[in-house]
Nanobody, 123 residues
Framework: QVQLVESGGGLVQAGDSLRLSCAPS????????MGWFRQAPGKEREYVAG????????YYSDSVKGRFTISRDNAKRAVYLQMNNLDPDDTAEYLC????????????????WGQGTQVTVSS
């Protein structure tokens, strides 16, 4: 089991950029498939991006494709989400997740979750 810690959220204006980070709270030898989800009040949790263990396969939801980029640093067991051209509709709690399998596409189930970091985009 792995515990994940996110950072990098905040309050920004529309059109701004933010970079979220996520890493295990304790050292681990495992390299997981990693993903980012978001949940806005009153809405279902949305899977926005995922990356295979070596970053060779990625997934993006249509809502963020072309604006968000997922990347990872396996030496640090970290994953990042670069978010550009943010829109008020991107306002949500963003959660990092990890899984032990290799799938990364739409509908992939993740095993481990962080506590989340809030991103608020003002118009």
């Amino acid at each position: 089991q792995v515990q994940l810690v996110e950072s990098g959220g905040g309050l920004v204006q529309a059109g701004d950029s933010l970079r979220l980070s996520c890493a295990p709270s304790e050292p681990t030898n495992k390299i997981y498939t990693m993903g980012w989800f978001r949940q806005a009040p009153g809405k279902e949790r949305e899977y926005v991006a995922g990356a295979s263990w070596n970053g060779g396969r990625t997934y993006y939801s249509d809502s963020v494709k072309g604006r968000f980029t997922i990347s990872r640093d396996n030496a640090k067991r970290a994953v990042y989400l670069q978010m550009n051209n943010l829109d008020p509709d991107d306002t949500a709690e963003y959660l990092c997740a990890a899984r032990e399998g290799t799938a990364v596409g739409a509908g992939t189930r993740y095993d481990y979750w962080g506590q989340g970091t809030q991103v608020t985009v003002s118009s």
